[in-house]
Structures are given as structure tokens and as C-alpha cells.
């Protein structure tokens, strides 16, 4: 078989999509190294000249999803003529219209799996060191501009960031829903919790209740058409 | 050797016992059930009696903290004099008195540490299901009396233990400083994320800013004071 050469930077880039797609299909442990060079065609060796362990092929991963936050991020608070709320809107709607609903679906029901906490884990902490920071930002010009109160930006952006864990449950119910009525029920249960969260960032950054308007609406519907027939997470909710 | 014979329930307890120890000690993956058997003097056959698998044993743990977890609150909850906000104070403030700051300081090490994180999720959640709706019960309390605001109780009691992860982060920090300077500022920067922590407890409750109290000053000095020799975090803490 004629070998393929391809310039490193291509391949480092193929095994991170190919070690991106295994993890979440199989779970961080389930999926292992010769999966990962069978996927993409690589010997051992090759492997290793690109990445010393798993461990650090997951570091590289969680690197490069937080890259792509923040160059969306910078977009954001690169526009000046956007007063802070609108800015903070900006921020919260990200990844969340209808448009990218499958995406949304497809990335929670993998990332939430019993599976994947250390994946999860791993991504959630490197994504933050981005997040919470640029959100910091919104909120010093929200001070500045009057709009928002905060004692420390930073201290704040981390506690409406942590708040997001608060609909992970409300996934997993989503995708359990089997029948119309139950699903009805869990999307309208996951609208009440997006709807408290949105309030509950309003009152810590002392915004008037209402202010934080972070999902399209409709979305939460849109994710559950948009459904993986493989459900990771059914098993787990129905034993609780 | 002669075999000692004891009760069922004494042994199960004993097994309990032994791998919340070794779990926290070198973490859930790398304690095995033979260093488990070994400690409690059983064998493997015997441990398969109690529990069908280590996965098992954790749950079981997770369990148990979670019921010492509901005997607190009952006694908080059955406290018909307190009010709501009194309720809450009680409830925030278990187990961060200075008289527990040593085991405190021990429990958050090994829980927080990189190689827990299974460990800590199985605890978080099962632990999650016996405090958010005994907190509800609070709220909706609150709710009655005036004094508290809340669209759906469950929910904000939620969003407000989720806050308590801000200061996870902290934890490490003040485990990892090195000196008499580092650690008076990580004492002080864990000091500010707990007044921040608060606030936001009180904004999404509806609370007047200062209400909820749920450390009793000196607490944090006290948990630096009973730092333990080993410190599990300190190269995480130093890579990132």
C-alpha cells in the first residue's frame, strides 16, 4: 500500500477529530489508542511523535474547544456599539438557536454520559479558564456603563457560568422521553429551568428580572426532534 | 488464625469504612477491592457477599452520605421556632463550624483532587437528591412567610447549590501555597468568593444582600491551620 504523507499539522488535526468522535461515541476509557490510529491510519509510533499519552491527546482536545469559544468570544466584546446586556445576551445565546440544535443535542448527550466525566470534566475546567474571564469583561462594562452590579467580575462570570449545570438533568430527561406526552412534558420541564436560570443571572448581576435572554425560542423543541437514535443516557435515568 | 466472626451489618459497615478511606486516600480507580479485603481482613468471595462489585461500594458510600447528610436536616427542618431565613443559615452553615474545619480541609482534598472525580460526582449527585428538596422545603417556607421569592422552589434550591463550586478552585489554592504570605492571600481570596457565594444565594432568593451567612468567621484560617502534610492537588494547582 502506497503511504500517504501528509503534512504533521493535518494529521495532528485528524486525530484530534478522529479521538473527538471515539470519546464521544464510546466514553473517554471505552476508547482507546489503537481505536483512535485505526480511525485515521497511523502506526503506534506515529501516534506517539504527536501525542505522548491519551491523557494529553484529551488536554489538546479541551484546548482546542476552548480556542473556538474564545475566537467567538472576541467577536462579542469586540463590538463596541453593543451596550454590556446585549453583549451578555450574545454571550448566552451561543451555540443555542435553533439552527444548532442537533449539534447542541448530539454534543450533551454524549458529554453528559456517566461515561464521560472525566471528559467532561476536562473540557468543562479548560473551556472556563476562556469563559470566565471574556464574561468578566461584559460585567466590568456593565459596571461601568451602570447596567450591572458586582463586587468582583471574576467571582461573578464564574457563578452565572456554574449555574448552566442546573438544566444537565433536564438533558438527560429529554433524551429519555419516550412517547408524545413525556416528551412534551420534559421540553416544557427544560423551558421552566432555562427560564429560572435566566432569572437567576438577572438578580446576580442585579439586571431587572427578564434581562437575560439566552435560548431562541423554540429551541428546546428543536433539540428534541433532533434526537440521537442511540440513547446513552436512558438506562441511567430510568434505574433513578 | 482463628476466624472472627462477626455480624453482617458490622462487616458491611467495615467494608464501608475501609474504602471511603482508601477511595480518598489514593483515589476510586487506584484502590482495588483486594486493598480493600485487605484492610478489613476478608475475602474476596466474602466482600462479593456484600457488594456485587466495587462500583457497588461506591454507591453504597454515596448512600450513606447521603442519609447523614438528610439526619442533619431533618433536625433543621423540624425546628418549627426558625424561621425560613434561620433555616437556611443552619442548613448553609452544616458542617463549617471551626470545630469541623479539620475535617473539612481533609474531605475537601481528597474529594476535589483530579484523580475523585468519579468519586466526587457519585457523591455530588446522590448527595444533590437529599439537599435540594429539603432546601425546597425552606424556601417554599420562605416563600410563605414573605420572605423569600421563588417561581418554583425545587429549582432555586438547585441553582443555589450549584453556587457552591465556586470555591473548589480555592480549596486547591489553599492547599497548594507555600508560605506565610500565599497562604494569608489564599485565605483571603477563598474569604471573598464565600462573601460572593452568599450574595448570590441571597439575590436569587430575594433576600436582602448580607442575609445568608454560612461560615462562621475563621473558618477558612482554620481549615489552612489543619492543612493536611500530603497535598494531592498541589501539582495541578502548579502545572495549571
Known amino acids: 500500500m502506497p503511504r500517504i504523507v501528509r503534512h504533521p499539522e493535518v494529521r495532528r488535526a485528524e486525530l484530534l477529530a478522529a479521538a473527538g468522535r471515539l470519546f464521544s461515541a464510546r466514553g473517554y476509557e471505552a476508547a482507546s489508542v489503537d ?4 480511525e485515521v491510519g497511523l502506526s503506534k509510533g506515529a501516534f ?16 482546542q474547544a476552548a480556542e473556538r469559544a474564545r475566537a467567538e468570544l472576541e467577536a462579542i466584546l469586540a463590538a463596541p456599539a453593543m451596550s454590556a446586556v446585549e453583549q451578555l445576551n450574545a454571550f448566552l ?5 435553533t439552527d444548532r440544535a442537533a449539534e447542541a443535542i448530539a454534543t450533551f448527550a454524549s458529554i453528559f454520559s456517566p461515561e464521560n466525566i472525566v471528559l467532561y470534566h476536562r473540557m468543562h475546567r479548560t473551556v472556563m479558564t476562556v469563559m470566565a474571564p471574556a464574561l468578566a469583561r461584559i460585567i466590568e462594562k456593565g459596571r461601568r456603563e451602570g447596567s450591572m452590579a458586582s463586587n468582583d467580575p471574576l467571582i461573578s462570570a464564574e457563578l452565572v457560568l456554574l449555574l448552566g449545570a442546573v438544566t444537565h438533568g433536564a438533558v438527560a430527561d429529554l433524551l429519555a422521553a419516550e412517547g ?42 428543536a433539540m428534541a426532534a433532533a434526537r440521537p437514535n442511540r440513547n446513552p443516557l436512558g438506562a441511567t435515568v430510568a434505574a433513578g
Open 35 to 38: 481505536d483512535i490510529i485505526g
Open 180 to 221: 408524545a406526552d413525556a416528551l412534551s412534558q420534559a421540553i416544557a420541564a427544560f423551558e421552566r429551568r432555562l427560564a429560572e436560570q435566566g432569572l437567576a443571572v438577572d438578580r446576580i448581576l442585579g439586571l431587572p428580572d427578564g434581562t437575560a435572554r439566552f435560548v431562541e425560542p423554540g429551541f428546546v423543541a
Open 93 to 97: 445565546r451561543r451555540g443555542r438557536g
Open 48 to 63: 506517539y511523535y504527536y501525542f505522548p499519552s491519551k491523557d494529553a491527546l484529551l488536554e489538546a482536545l479541551a484546548r
